[in-house]
């Protein structure tokens, strides 16, 4: 690409075209992110009915009524209200409980640990199960292991995941007593605990996300066998390792890589009714709480971190596009 | 001269084949099969129910499946099978109702953003892109937190959700139909937006939006089983299949059949959604189908080629 | 008299109840080029891969014999064990693809590919299969080989493509190169460049070649010797100079003389005091383009002008990329140019809206070059060229729709029973005709035709050209008609304008354009083209 007059670092920068990309990508994350603030904001505002009343609910005194309802910033004019909150919620003050009066920031702070945990233990259960699986059954296609795959994936893909929690909690804990029915324990004070009660619930999280997978990366590697490069590399007469290896299942990577970014982001949401099967103190489980209490300002905190972790995955899956792909590498 | 022209057999799309192609495939019509029996349990559930739903029954409670009552009782005595039969209509009610509406306000959306392209579309999409930042539990979660729980929320919810990939294929759908040349060609003989819509457009969109239609009523069922696990969704004393899961969790070790059928029932309905969409998908995807016509209907004309192209139809330079 | 390096006998492929190849035998002399000729479904590449045991198709059954003649011992490819085809495929057999886009690996570099076949074969280390990748790519011909080496395949165009894909096949100095259409999507010039590399390489490496390929003028530029394939069975076989000179099948006679040939005569003669119809002056169009990696502007059209006279054609032709079908696109509405005017009868073309641009409309018609997709595949034909009836308003009430739709059928040659058909029970050139006859149903001024013939078969596109040159005499029209292929145009044109980068290049009447161009790229176009006798012919 002819790039401009003038040199210098930024120029190289500007003409790099990776950077181009990511620039780019970075900047659709910011106009998503606001797009979401935005929403999180509405939240508290479409409420039909008073959301400080709803709250408070039987603990309603007109003091506590008056006391919340400043401390929330919900006296003020609507404007003045949305710029407040943005403000501060990129400065990390995201308010306070309407249950409790902690402040949001240091709660979900405090649960994000938990369920991040349990988000990459479940991936990369998925991540195991599915790579084989998938890549496997799509170079088998049209024979009976590629059925089996297909079949199994497909009840995998059915069940639901609070459903399976508790069977697996019937069967491993609560018959055969060999993992405990529920809690956590964390990593660093306690790994052989920390192993043992996250095996059922990474499972559950796990197996499900395998059999979604599954099914993706089989269709991805289908459609890169059927292409004119892999017939190239047959007509080369190179072993069919080298074939499936070097072209076939190298190619796939690409759209492996969006997948499991995306997969990864459904699990941040989906834990939240296996968090509550288990009792996990994680984020999922303080938006169920919070829901159940009304406690607004919790759950806008929470959609928001959660959604801003979703954009945050998207865009590093972005930036190792730009890595790996030699048509964004170079022009 | 002798006029030899070959037939362009590589888009056989009349409705008989890819009937007869959708039946033999034995997956399809088992699922097809399963499908109208939950239809019917959908329909009629009320009225075939052995046992009344809130039927109490302490004496009897915990009993394992038998005679009398197939899917056994629960902790009140109730009859497991007919709470079951109901909570697969309120589950099905849910799905399609709102599923319908994210079919409704999806396509639209979509279609139009898709059609009209500019800053509609980006702003449309835009929105979209904003909703789909927001895992799907999540947004009906807040959906619920906003408007409270119940049967209405539930389904407001949901169809909200599912909205947003409605309105992206619809629009992809939209997009790579708009540029194909005998729209084009429409567009040069100056036919009107609305001709273009209903005759050209929207006839060729079909394809992906059943078979994602079908896929949503799968995840739709998921989605209010869940919901209903959770206590936000289809309330007490109406049985739920999530809630009677929810339910069965102190008496699991005693009573496995209290988790295991409402949990099967989601299961199979699920299964047969994703397995008939499969299938759907099959038959209406021109790539697949081809794959699939080669592989098992002796004369088809295709030759049995993977790759589109080459030596069919008259057809070479592409473009 | 040496053993040929291939013999192939009565070979079969049958899918399902269905005989693809049927019985077909050919052998391939050493150092020598097998052209293997025929249409589409005629099973050229179909019968090729079958022969070479490179056919993968679910369900195939190859019978009959394949023998590939070794130093020890010959081999058999049909049914051959896979680490023998893995052998011979790369090893002693190279082959070359049609479409060079998509038959590279994008994430791997030129050298790479290159490479792992030498690697394969020739067991070298990777410093020696380098040093070789580098003498191929060299005598390929690519400019800055070194540099070339180490880019992607996204950076290099298409004929920069295909020369690393001959590069590749002839890596492991194979006695066999099999050429599938590689020629195919390729501009003419770029084809003609491709079509002397392998000559030389041919020469240079001592090696046998097949070139399968639709067009008869580029066999007659590569091969010794001529299968003519039809429906799976070979039809004639023979060397190449009888089968130019001395046809013997009717079938081959049919495919020579579909042919279209520079020499050929043009149209009959224009009216040449008509009333000019249609006037384009400094026609400026620009797209901007969105990649993934940032904006740019093309430019797609720069200054134009040319006019057309009634009852004339207008041939506008160029390579890809040289904006030729951003005029018709223009003239058409479908995208708005940044400069200019156009006028037709003196009404304004380009700045019309509502009903005044309604009334545009009907007087210019376009027919799309494929006809597989200018027709909705979900209505009939009859509702299709009924569309501008109904938008216009020009016939009131279903009876005398279907009545005019009746009569445009068989002004194209089809029966007005074809108006109930969907465009799949219909061939190619059916469904071209009915895109005709839906251009024809507004009686239009003006009917431009954007590459219309190109994706035919060259027999059928010599009857649709028969018909629009027919239809030009009865009802008077005027054509500006795009294309690529100057024979075509030349048969098609009264006037021609050749363009280039956006460019008019040359812009006279035909007769004065082929016998005498001026512009070097003109010369260069026509050069390309592949002559109607073989090359044997003239080299004795």
């Known amino acids: 690409m002819t790039s401009s007059a003038n040199h210098g670092g930024a120029a190289r920068f500007v003409s790099n075209p990776a950077a181009r990309f990511v620039a780019r990508r970075l900047l659709y994350s910011i106009v998503v992110m606001l797009g979401v603030l935005i929403v999180v904001f509405m939240l508290v505002h479409l409420v039909p009915g008073d959301p400080v009343r709803i709250a408070l609910g039987t603990r309603y005194t007109p003091q506590a009524y008056d006391a919340l309802r400043s401390a929330s910033g919900l006296d003020r004019p609507i404007v003045e209200q949305f710029f407040g909150y943005i403000g501060s919620a990129l400065t990390g003050n995201l308010g306070v409980s309407f249950r409790n009066g902690d402040p949001v920031t240091v709660t979900l702070l405090e649960r994000l640990p938990a369920t991040v945990s349990l988000a990459i233990v479940g991936i990369i259960i998925a991540l195991l199960i599915a790579l084989p699986a998938g890549i496997w059954s799509a170079l088998r296609e049209g024979r009976v292991s590629d059925a089996i795959v297909r079949v199994t994936s497909q009840f995998g893909v059915s069940i639901p995941d609070f459903w399976m929690g508790i069977l697996l909690i019937a069967v491993f804990a609560s018959t055969l007593h060999w993992l405990p029915t529920s809690g956590y324990r964390p990593l660093f004070d306690d790994p052989g605990g920390w192993l043992q009660h996250i095996i059922l619930p990474g499972l559950t999280v796990g197996l499900v996300a395998a059999a979604i997978m599954t099914r993706y990366i089989r269709s991805a590697v289908l459609e890169v066998a059927a292409t004119g490069y892999v017939r190239t590399a047959r007509s080369k007469g190179l072993s069919p390792r080298v074939v499936t290896m070097r072209h076939t299942v190298r190619n796939a990577a690409i759209p492996i890589l969006t997948i499991t970014g995306i997969q990864l982001a459904t699990i941040l949401g989906g834990v939240i009714v296996v968090e509550v099967v288990f009792a996990w103190p994680g984020l999922g489980r303080l938006v169920y709480n919070a829901v159940a209490a009304r406690d607004y300002p919790v759950i806008q905190g929470a959609v928001l971190l959660i959604a801003a972790l979703f954009l945050l995955i998207n865009l590093i899956v972005d930036m190792l596009y730009a890595l790996v792909d030699p048509r964004i590498r170079l022009s | 001269m002798t006029t030899r022209e070959t037939t362009g057999a590589a888009e056989e799309q009349s409705r008989i084949a890819a009937v007869r192609l959708l039946a033999g495939n034995p997956v399809t019509v088992v699922s097809a099969v399963v499908l109208a029996m939950v239809a019917v349990v959908a329909v009629t559930a009320q009225w075939i129910v052995p046992f009344g739903i809130n039927d109490v029954d302490v004496p009897n409670a915990l009993r394992p499946p038998s005679g009398e009552h197939w899917f056994g009782t629960d902790e009140l005595g109730r009859d497991v099978l007919s709470r079951v039969l109901v909570g697969v209509q309120a589950s099905m009610r849910v799905a399609v109702v709102s599923v319908a509406f994210a079919v409704v306000v999806g396509v639209t959306i979509g279609v139009v953003a898709g059609y009209r392209g500019g800053w509609l579309d980006t702003v449309v999409m835009r929105i979209v892109d904003v909703m789909f930042a927001f895992p799907v539990l999540l947004l009906a979660l807040a959906v619920v937190a906003i408007l409270g729980p119940g049967i209405t929320t539930t389904i407001l919810a949901i169809g909200i959700v599912y909205t947003p990939i409605f309105a992206r294929v619809a629009r992809a759908a939209t997009l790579s139909v708009r540029v194909e040349p005998f729209v084009q060609v429409s567009r040069t003989m100056g036919t009107g937006h609305l001709y273009m819509l209903v005759r050209h457009i929207l006839p060729n969109i079909t394809g992906p939006l059943i078979v994602q239609t079908s896929l949503s009523l799968a995840f739709a069922i998921l989605s209010e089983a869940a919901l209903s696990f959770l206590g936000l969704g289809i309330q007490p004393p109406q049985p739920s299949l999530g809630r009677m899961i929810f339910d069965s969790q102190g008496f699991v070790t005693l009573a496995w059949w209290m988790a295991v059928f409402p949990g099967a029932a989601i299961v199979v309905a699920v299964l047969a959604f994703n397995l008939f969409g499969d299938g759907l998908r099959d038959v209406l995807d021109p790539k697949q189908r081809t794959m699939i016509e080669a592989r098992r209907r002796a004369g088809a004309d295709i030759g049995g080629r993977r790759r589109a192209g080459a030596d069919i139809g008259g057809r070479r330079r592409s473009g | ?540």
């Open chain 3, 1 to 540: 008299m040496a053993e040929p390096v291939l013999s192939v006998r009565d070979l079969r492929v049958r899918i399902g109840t269905r005989e693809i190849v049927r019985g077909v035998s050919f052998d391939v002399e050493r150092e020598k080029t097998l052209g293997i000729v025929g249409e589409s479904g005629s099973g050229k590449s179909m019968t090729v891969l079958a022969a070479t045991g490179l056919l993968d198709a679910p369900g195939a059954v190859v019978t009959g014999t394949s023998t590939l003649a070794g130093q020890s011992a010959p081999t058999q490819l049909v049914g051959a064990s896979g680490r023998t085809l893995r052998e011979v495929h790369g090893g002693r057999i190279g082959f070359v693809f049609q479409d060079p886009g998509t038959s590279l690996n994008p994430l791997l570099t030129i050298e790479r590919q290159i490479t792992e076949s030498l690697e394969a074969h020739r067991k070298m280390t990777r410093r020696q299969a380098n040093a070789r990748a580098l003498e191929l790519i060299e005598a390929v011909g690519l400019p800055d080989p070194a540099t070339r080496l180490n880019s992607y395949p996204h950076q290099l165009s298409g004929g920069q493509r295909q020369r690393v894909m001959i590069a590749i096949a002839l890596a492991c100095d194979p006695e066999l190169l099999i050429a599938d259409e590689p020629t195919t999507s390729l501009d003419v010039t770029t084809q003609s460049q491709i079509i002397e590399l392998v000559r030389d390489l041919q020469r240079d490496f001592g090696a046998a070649v097949v070139w399968i390929s639709h067009d008869l003028g580029v066999i007659g530029q590569v091969a010794d010797d001529v299968t003519v394939l039809q429906d799976g069975e070979a039809v004639e076989q023979a060397p190449i100079l009888d089968v130019f000179d001395k046809p013997q099948q009717a079938y081959t006679k049919e495919l020579l003389e579909s042919r279209p040939l520079i020499g050929a005569t043009g149209p009959p003669p224009a009216d040449a005091d008509a009333a000019v119809l249609l006037r384009v002056e400094g026609l400026d169009v620009r797209f901007p383009v969105t990649t993934a990696v940032g904006r740019s502007t093309v430019h797609a059209v720069k200054d134009l002008s040319f006019q057309i006279r009634r009852g004339s054609t207008l041939g506008l032709v160029g390579e890809s990329g040289s904006g030729k079908s951003t005029v018709a696109a223009a003239l058409t509405g479908l995208v708005e140019p940044n400069s200019g005017s156009a006028s037709l009868g003196g009404v304004d073309v380009l700045n019309v809206r509502g009903r005044a641009e309604k009334a545009l409309r009907r007087r210019i018609s376009l027919v799309f070059q494929d006809p597989f997709s200018s027709l909705n595949p979900r209505t009939r034909a009859g509702t299709a060229i009924a569309e501008p009836l109904q938008v216009h308003r020009l016939a009131h009430g279903k009876q005398a729709r279907q009545k005019r739709v009746g009569e445009l059928l068989e002004l194209v040659g089809l029966s007005a029973s074809f108006a109930s058909r969907y465009p799949h029970e219909l061939s190619g050139g059916q469904r071209q005709r009915v895109s005709i006859a839906r251009a024809l149903a507004t009686e239009p001024d003006l009917l431009i035709l954007d590459e219309s013939t190109a994706s035919l078969d060259v027999s059928v596109q010599s009857r649709v050209l028969d018909l629009l040159a027919q239809l030009q005499r009865e009802l008077r029209l005027t054509y500006l008609f795009i294309g690529h292929d100057l024979a075509v145009i030349q048969r098609m044109s009264h006037d021609v304008l050749v363009m280039r980068d956006g460019q008019a290049v040359e812009y006279r009447p035909a007769h004065e354009l082929f016998d005498n161009p001026e512009s070097d790229y003109t010369r260069t176009l026509l050069a390309a083209v592949p002559p109607a006798r073989p090359r044997a012919a003239i080299s004795g």
